[in-house]
């Protein structure tokens, strides 16, 4: 569809959602100046705190956001596509979502994604996370035409599930989003790895703004914000978990080619999983 210039804004979010709304504003401005004109934001943009209390009582429902707000005013003001990774939003049912935000040139919402999978996890050290007993998990994949692309959408943990990623390709997405606050532990095992694979099996583009450093709940995040061509060829990535800006000219047409070359969306069949049973005998002789 076209060609752009992206850039995925890596953040060090606190707990004090006013002054992390500032640091968006002042990156993206900065993302904007350098010629951007669609800026990405990672997961958690306005706070990562891992008390619940806290967090509950620092909601605000989408309309009184001020992550959101402050999103709208920028998009508006810089005129480009600012897509928050996400941030926590009130819902009117009392629940609590992981919410994404796509706003165009006139500051007009496009585009609302919830995450869908949630990070219930026990990892070494005693590291353990249960994202479900606070948020609400989503129920619907998305996508939005830009002039130059049609995105899909993601976050974080949503990495792990690639039918998520097959079904927007399907739906004819070229560029593939994953704003993310990724784990230190897991980020070192698995953070490029899956994103160049999220890239290569869907011939699409991957670009992936991050959390990084020691926040201030006490949590480790990995950083490396990535932007992945088609190919699977990183090309453009954060230096480690600092916060910053990372740009990169990304042109849809690659897209179209490398489907052309590994035709594998065209190519799939589906199929049923036949589970193979031991004669009755063999069992028996086993037991």
Known sequence: MGVFKAAAVQMRSGMNVERNARAMAEMVREAAAGGATYIQTPEM??????????????????????????????????????????TA??????KVANRAFLFDPSGALLVTYDKIHMFDVDLDNGESWRESATYEPGNNASVADLPFARLGFAV???????QLFRAEALAGAQVLTVPAAF????????????????????????????????????RETYGHSLIVDPWGKVVAEADGNAPGIIFAEIDTSLSGAARAKIPNLKNARDFEVVAAQQPASALRAAS
């Open 45 to 86: 943009t306005g706070a990562l705190m891992r008390s619940k209390e806290e967090l509950r009582a620092s909601l605000k429902p989408q309309d009184e956001d001020v992550v959101a707000a402050t999103a709208r005013r920028l998009a508006a003001d810089l005129g480009v596509y600012l897509h928050v990774g996400s």
């Open 89 to 94: 939003i009130a819902r009117p049912d009392g």
């Open 156 to 162: 974080c943990y949503d990495l792990r599930f690639p």
């Open 183 to 218: 784990t230190r532990q897991t980020g070192e095992a698995h953070w490029h790895v899956l994103l160049r694979a999220r890239a290569i099996e869907n011939g699409a583009w991957v670009i992936a703004a991050a959390q990084g450093g020691t926040h201030e709940d006490g």
